[in-house]
């Protein structure tokens, strides 16, 4: 399996315009994480799914956020309109159901938003 | 809130010497405590991780401690190596609900 697997790999991006990530879990597993990691506040849980249904999205830092998981291989992460402090590395994680709780993290996207 | 704590920030140890970084949480519902390792560039990656039935988990030259009635857990790393040099975050999560609550991250130098 070639593992999760993130797009873009890194996206520079005007403030005010919309940001699309986009993640394929590993096919399989049935829970898919997002997260958000900068030097101040480490690796944030913004939202995680379980078989496509969003279970808590309380990480989320506000309405400008929106994660959508269609099927059980794709799940998208938008910002509009995008900010400055939204510069990060994004990464999505996957994982099969409890006991098996190992998450596979995607190698990232890392947005600036200029 | 940080539901995880974790310390130090960074940490320079020679080759061959043991790396300790240590944790602490504070909910008692999390029943899962594994450790990541990520290298730059690149998404953390499990390393080793323990559940609270057992009070340690060796794996080749990692070790992790656990202390429940403490709510501390910590990851040893013996005979430190230059390829080790990563950062590494603890991380904890109820098994219900099993999205992982993530420590701040340690950022390990081993100089050769």
């Known amino acids: 399996d070639a593992g999760v697997i993130q797009s873009p790999r890194h996206e520079v991006t005007e403030m005010g315009q919309e940001v699309t990530l986009r993640c394929k879990p590993i096919?399989?597993?049935?829970?898919l994480f997002w997260y958000r990691q900068t030097m101040m506040r480490g690796l944030e849980l913004l939202i995680y799914?379980?078989?496509?249904?969003?279970?808590?999205d309380s990480g989320m830092p506000e309405d400008r956020f929106s994660a959508k998981m269609p099927n059980a291989s794709f799940s998208t992460l938008k910002i509009q309109p995008s900010e400055p402090r939204d510069s990060a590395v994004y990464f999505c994680?996957?994982?099969?159901?409890?006991?098996?709780?190992?998450?596979?993290f995607g190698q990232g996207t890392r947005l600036t938003v200029v | 809130q940080q539901q995880v704590k974790q310390s130090p920030q960074s940490l320079i140890v020679q080759k061959g010497g043991i790396s300790i970084i240590n944790c602490a949480y504070e909910?008692?519902?999390?029943?899962?405590f594994p450790w990541y390792q990520q290298f730059p560039g690149k998404g953390p990656a499990l390393l080793i991780a323990?559940?609270?039935?057992?009070s340690e988990k060796k794996e080749g030259r990692f070790t992790i401690s656990f202390n429940k009635s403490a709510k501390q857990f910590s990851l040893h790393i013996m005979d430190s190596q230059p390829g080790d040099s990563a950062t590494y975050f603890c991380?904890?999560?109820?098994?219900?609900?099993?999205?992982?609550?993530f420590g701040k991250g340690t950022s390990l130098l081993v100089t050769p």
């Open positions: 994680a996957s994982s099969l159901a409890p006991p098996n709780t190992e998450a596979f």
């Open positions: 096919s399989g597993h049935n829970s």
């Open positions: 799914f379980n078989n496509n249904v969003p279970i808590d």
């Open positions: 909910n008692t519902a999390f029943d899962y």
């Open positions: 323990i559940r609270p039935d057992v």
């Open positions: 991380a904890a999560s109820k098994n219900s609900g099993y999205a992982l609550n």
